[in-house]
């Protein structure tokens, strides 16, 4: 077996460990997985921005009932109208003042309203999300004992695999299979595609001159463009 048989025997090996690979990555498991860590993760933001607004919309209410009160008891100084008007006050003076108060406690009683309902809404939004919450997290719970599950499956065929590379590795030559897994690691597969028509047959690169005379020669060159190894079939 020359070198590149060796090494197209393990490339093919090595093709059987990225499909297990891929086949995890895009299991419907773990994309179950990371859609309920996903949604647990916005909804507990969520929440805790409703639970620090509660506090902010209770103190403003707070505040405005406060003041409600305030202007209540300003009333209290028209207890005694009848007597002052006797004892010859102005009766406009009076009668502008109450408009006044009563106009003011009509729009702190509009703004408790607005405030009331804002609060309602926020405890609503908070209690539903809550709920979805919690039910997102069991269920995120089962999705990662199934993802676990299947990555358990996944590294035992790995491992099959690998124990097989391992094997096929061990009759190359170490300088190669070093070159080899570097191009691996930068994510390019297949590492070893055949030269066609004088051009690199994964992209379609033409060879340079001293590249076709060293695969005439049984050599192997690496592509200028997509730096595969290529070999002449
Ligand atoms: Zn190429």
């Known amino acids: 077996m020359t070198n590149v048989e060796k090494l197209l025997k393990y490339q093919e090996e090595d093709e059987k460990l990225l499909t297990v690979e891929r086949e995890l990555a895009s299991s419907q498991e773990r994309k179950n997985l990371a859609q309920a860590v996903n949604f647990v993760t916005k909804a507990t933001e969520r929440l805790e921005a409703l639970d620090g607004k509660a506090l902010t919309l209770s103190a403003t209410l707070e505040e405005l009932n406060k003041k409600y009160a305030e202007v209540s008891e300003t009333l209290a100084e028209f207890e005694n109208l009848d007597e002052l008007l006797e004892g010859g006050a102005d009766i406009t003076f009076y009668k502008k003042s109450l408009a006044q108060i009563s106009e003011k406690l009509k729009s702190i009683k509009q703004e408790v309203a607005a405030l009331t309902k804002a609060i309602k809404e926020s405890n609503e939004e908070f209690q539903t999300l809550y709920t979805k919450n919690r039910a997102m997290q069991k269920q995120g719970k089962e999705y990662q004992e199934a993802y676990e599950k299947l990555k358990a499956e996944k590294r035992k065929e790995s491992e099959v695999i690998k124990a097989e590379l391992a094997k096929i590795a061990s009759d190359i030559s170490p300088e190669v299979m070093k ?46 463009n997509c730096h595969r190894y290529i070999f002449k079939p």
């Open 179 to 224: 070159g080899y897994m570097s191009k691996r690691s930068e994510r390019i597969f297949p590492i070893l595609c055949p030269e066609k028509a004088g051009r690199c047959s994964k992209c379609g690169s033409e060879l340079s001159l001293a590249g076709k005379e060293k695969l005439l020669t049984g050599g192997v060159v690496e592509c200028d």
